[in-house]
T-cell receptor
Framework: KAGVTQTPRYLIKTRGQQVTLSCSPI?????VSWYQQTPGQGLQFLFE???????NKGNFPGRFSGRQFSNSRSEMNVSTLELGDSALYLC??????????????????FGPGTRLTVL | DQQVKQNSPSLSVQEGRISILNCDYT??????FLWYKKYPAEGPTFLIS?????DKNEDGRFTVFLNKSAKHLSLHIVPSQPGDSAVYFC????????????FGTGTLLAVQP
């Protein structure tokens, strides 16, 4: 079974530009979450999608947006890029949203990330 | 406000010995906790989890301990192997209808041969 794929793997942009990152979840997975990883900050939650609907959003400015398509693939967009947006952007997919009916943890599988550099 | 903290940025251990990675949290509403392992140029890989109603979970060489009164969890790796060298993140989840995780800043574990 193929894992989570993210494209592109590396990206260099300049301030003020916009960027779109893509995430293809594991086949059959319907939930996609996005995280930003910066040095010293760990991974910070951006947003999560399930069945084409944004279900939860982290504390990021409106320049960060996303969407999910009917095939569960997801994109995130960052407009008016700033130097501080340089980071590793990770997406994670899982079968469903939240804990199962029995309360079991719903494992998430991460992609390799997209390294965005803003100059 | 850092709700999940890993106060040790790095840890060095000899091969065959025990590695203990620590994590503290502030929010008593977390429903479960996890440890992820990350190699450079790869995404985090799930290692082990523990529900907030348990105090210990074991999986092979990995054991996670949860002390709810102290709001502290730890990951024990016994015995440590050079292939365990990576960045380890602890994370916490709220449960309910969300997969949102709150991550710590990570601990770089180096296992010396």
């Amino acid at each position: 079974k193929a894992g989570v794929t993210q494209t592109p793997r590396y990206l260099i942009k300049t301030r003020g530009q916009q960027v779109t990152l893509s995430c293809s979840p594991i086949s059959g997975h319907r939930s996609v979450s996005w995280y930003q990883q910066t040095p010293g900050q760990g991974l910070q939650f951006l947003f999560e999608y399930f069945s084409e609907t944004q279900r939860n959003k982290g504390n990021f400015p409106g320049r960060f947006s996303g969407r999910q398509f009917s095939n569960s693939r997801s994109e995130m967009n960052v407009s008016t890029l700033e130097l501080g947006d340089s980071a590793l952007y990770l997406c994670a997919s899982s079968l469903y949203l939240g804990t199962s009916g029995s309360g079991s943890y719903n494992e998430q599988f991460f992609g390799p990330g997209t390294r965005l550099t803003v100059l | 406000d850092q709700q999940v903290k890993q106060n040790s940025p790095s840890l060095s251990v000899q091969e065959g010995r025990i590695s203990i990675l620590n994590c503290d949290y502030t929010n008593s509403m977390f429903d479960y906790f996890l440890w992820y392992k990350k190699y450079p140029a790869e995404g985090p890989t799930f290692l082990i989890s523990i529900s907030s109603i348990k105090d210990k979970n074991e999986d092979g060489r990995f054991t996670v301990f949860l002390n709810k009164s102290a709001k502290h969890l730890s990951l024990h790796i016994v015995p440590s192997q050079p292939g365990d060298s990576a960045v380890y993140f602890c994370a916490a989840g709220y449960g309910g209808a969300t997969n949102k995780l709150i991550f710590g800043t990570g601990t770089l574990l180096a296992v010396q041969p």
